[in-house]
């Protein structure tokens, strides 16, 4: 097939594997710009509501989009529920008793620092001004030093639960999905015969009023988090808090993100949470700096004892074995899904030239690649059909698969490059005489043919599915 020279490799795929040819990869706004535009014009992530002029800092996901969201979620989900003995799920209400968020402290404490700007009357968060000369903080808007005080803002959503609109009725959108977790520990210890150490994980969409949204998805008023809170005996939760930050830095490593590109921060003590013993995040190095894609936290008895108190429920273990009672520590590694999609994409994209073209590339891990494989006739003439039907429909029964036929198929490798898709199948003529397909690599674009009846288990291998 045009690209590049068959070669026989069955090499499993590496994702950070260099491309072919010379490389000149973007960095800083330039890789922004570029991974932000890909993300539009290949149907990664739209504007929401676009056509009546969109709404600030809400997006919607595209076709491409909800398969490699789901593709990091299952990823996480593998890693912290499905391979362990220790963990189960669970799936709590997005609605929630005003009870509980007076318990855990957010409706007293769950505030950023608004100010307004008297020039421009727009708004912004006080922490995050820049300074003049003479240390007085400047609006980001108009460059205004003209501010007011700052004052907490709530970044809760109210709703009403109901047809009356009165205090009665009040009701939150959930800012995390943590709490959901901490008013059902008893629910769960019991039904499911559980003994500390084990772990609660959920994921699910939450919602905060941010000030300033912004950085593409990074912040976001409306998002998805995977959450998990680990009860331990209260003597364990430093060797457990250790553990996690561990595991959880790694999980990033292992699909694809470079290890120059993460970091383990640990919080200084002035500004650890109120419930939390310690704290670290796991920072990536987005264009704009490093930010936070999970924090990992101590939380001490803080939520189960709070909880414990509000509700006149007991939320404590009774180790019958040694007749101990007591209220669990737990260890709460909470990550941004839609966050961290952003680094995946960040990490992997790409510029090299092949065969003296420039192209774009995602060098996505196999696992969160929207499509694991792309199959493609060489042409549209209707004797090749039959038998990319059938390989499609084998390929289908294992792996998310696009069929591509539009353009030339050079023109296909290149637009298969540039989302992600880490094996292209391509049925031809001789095809139809030797019943083997062409396979090929998009990092290195090595070709290979391999037979019809093979194609599953050869992918499998490639992509280590």
Same mark, same amino acid.
């Given at each position: 097939?045009?690209?590049?020279?068959?070669?026989?490799?069955?090499? /499993? @795929? #590496?994702?950070?594997?260099?491309?072919?040819?010379?490389?000149?990869?973007?960095?800083?706004?330039?890789?922004?710009?570029?991974?932000?535009?890909?993300?539009?014009?290949?149907?990664?992530?739209?504007?929401?509501?676009? !056509?009546?002029?969109?709404?600030?800092?809400?997006?919607?996901?595209?076709?491409?989009?909800?398969?490699?969201?789901?593709?990091?979620?299952?990823?996480?989900?593998?890693?912290? +529920?499905?391979?362990? #003995?220790? +963990? +189960?799920?669970?799936?709590?209400?997005?609605?929630?008793?005003?009870?509980?968020?007076?318990?855990?402290?957010?409706?007293?404490?769950?505030?950023?620092?608004?100010?307004?700007?008297?020039?421009?009357?727009?708004?912004?968060? =006080?922490?995050?001004?820049?300074?003049?000369?003479?240390? =007085?903080?400047?609006? $980001?808007?108009?460059?205004?030093?003209?501010?007011?005080?700052?004052?907490?803002?709530?970044?809760?959503?109210?709703?009403?639960?109901? $047809?009356? &609109?009165? &205090?009665?009725?009040?009701?939150? @959108?959930?800012?995390?999905?943590?709490?959901?977790?901490?008013?059902?520990?008893?629910?769960?210890?019991?039904?499911?015969?559980?003994? /500390?150490?084990?772990? !609660?994980?959920?994921?699910?969409?939450?919602?905060?009023?941010?000030?300033? $949204?912004?950085?593409?998805?990074?912040?976001?008023?409306?998002?998805?988090?995977?959450?998990?809170?680990?009860?331990?005996? $209260?003597?364990?939760?430093?060797?457990?808090?250790?553990?996690?930050?561990?595991?959880?830095?790694?999980?990033?490593?292992?699909?694809?993100?470079?290890?120059?590109?993460?970091?383990?921060?640990?919080?200084?003590?002035?500004?650890?949470?109120?419930?939390?013993?310690?704290? =670290?995040?796991?920072?990536?190095?987005?264009?704009?700096?490093?930010?936070?894609?999970?924090? !990992?936290?101590?939380?001490?008895?803080?939520?189960?004892?709070?909880?414990?108190?509000?509700?006149?429920?007991?939320?404590?273990?009774?180790?019958? =074995?040694?007749?101990?009672?007591?209220?669990?520590?737990?260890?709460?590694?909470?990550?941004?899904?839609?966050?961290?999609?952003?680094?995946?994409?960040?990490?992997?994209?790409?510029?090299?030239?092949?065969?003296?073209?420039?192209?774009?590339?995602?060098?996505?891990?196999?696992? @969160?690649?929207?499509?694991?494989?792309?199959?493609?006739?060489?042409?549209?003439?209707?004797?090749?059909?039959? @038998?990319?039907? &059938?390989?499609?429909?084998?390929?289908?029964?294992?792996?998310?698969?696009?069929?591509? &036929?539009?353009?030339? !198929?050079?023109?296909?490798?290149?637009?298969?490059?540039?989302?992600?898709?880490?094996?292209?199948?391509?049925?031809?003529?001789?095809?139809?005489?030797?019943?083997?397909?062409?396979?090929?690599?998009?990092?290195?674009?090595?070709?290979?043919?391999?037979?019809?009846?093979?194609?599953?288990?050869? +992918?499998?291998?490639?992509?280590?599915?």
């Amino acid at each position: 097939m045009p690209d590049q020279h068959l070669s026989q490799t069955t090499e /499993p @795929l #590496d994702a950070t594997a260099p491309g072919a040819g010379d490389k000149t990869r973007p960095s800083g706004t330039a890789l922004f710009d570029a991974v932000v535009n890909l993300c539009k014009r290949r149907g990664f992530v739209f504007p929401s509501a676009e !056509i009546y002029g969109g709404i600030r800092s809400t997006y919607d996901y595209g076709p491409l989009g909800t398969l490699m969201l789901r593709n990091v979620k299952d990823a996480w989900w593998r890693a912290v +529920v499905q391979e362990r #003995d220790d +963990v +189960v799920p669970l799936d709590a209400a997005i609605l929630t008793n005003p009870k509980v968020w007076e318990a855990s402290g957010h409706l007293a404490t769950f505030t950023d620092p608004l100010v307004d700007c008297r020039s421009c009357n727009e708004r912004s968060r =006080a922490d995050h001004l820049e300074t003049d000369e003479t240390g =007085a903080p400047v609006c $980001p808007h108009c460059g205004s030093t003209d501010l007011t005080e700052a004052r907490p803002f709530n970044l809760m959503f109210k709703t009403f639960v109901g $047809p009356v &609109e009165d &205090e009665a009725s009040v009701a939150y @959108l959930r800012p995390e999905t943590a709490q959901g977790m901490f008013v059902n520990f008893a629910n769960v210890q019991t039904t499911m015969r559980r003994k /500390p150490p084990f772990g !609660i994980a959920q994921l699910g969409r939450s919602f905060r009023n941010e000030i300033t $949204p912004g950085n593409f998805v990074f912040r976001t008023r409306e998002f998805e988090q995977m959450e998990m809170e680990y009860f331990v005996p $209260p003597a364990e939760s430093p060797q457990w808090f250790a553990y996690w930050c561990a595991e959880r830095l790694s999980w990033y490593s292992r699909y694809g993100i470079p290890e120059a590109m993460l970091r383990l921060r640990p919080h200084e003590t002035e500004e650890l949470s109120h419930y939390s013993s310690g704290t =670290a995040d796991v920072e990536f190095a987005f264009p704009w700096g490093w930010g936070e894609l999970e924090g !990992i936290a101590n939380r001490t008895d803080f939520d189960l004892k709070a909880h414990s108190e509000h509700s006149g429920v007991r939320l404590e273990y009774f180790d019958q =074995a040694s007749g101990e009672r007591y209220v669990p520590h737990v260890i709460e590694p909470a990550a941004g899904a839609t966050r961290t999609m952003m680094a995946f994409l960040l990490a992997a994209y790409d510029e090299d030239e092949v065969g003296g073209e420039r192209r774009s590339v995602l060098r996505l891990h196999p696992r @969160l690649a929207p499509y694991q494989v792309a199959v493609l006739p060489l042409s549209k003439k209707p004797e090749l059909a039959p @038998l990319t039907d &059938e390989v499609l429909a084998s390929c289908r029964r294992r792996f998310v698969c696009e069929r591509d &036929e539009t353009q030339s !198929i050079g023109r296909r490798y290149r637009r298969q490059d540039e989302i992600g898709t880490p094996l292209c199948v391509t049925v031809d003529f001789d095809s139809l005489v030797d019943r083997c397909v062409t396979v090929r690599d998009r990092d290195t674009t090595a070709q290979e043919r391999v037979p019809v009846d093979d194609v599953v288990a050869y +992918v499998a291998e490639r992509i280590g599915s």
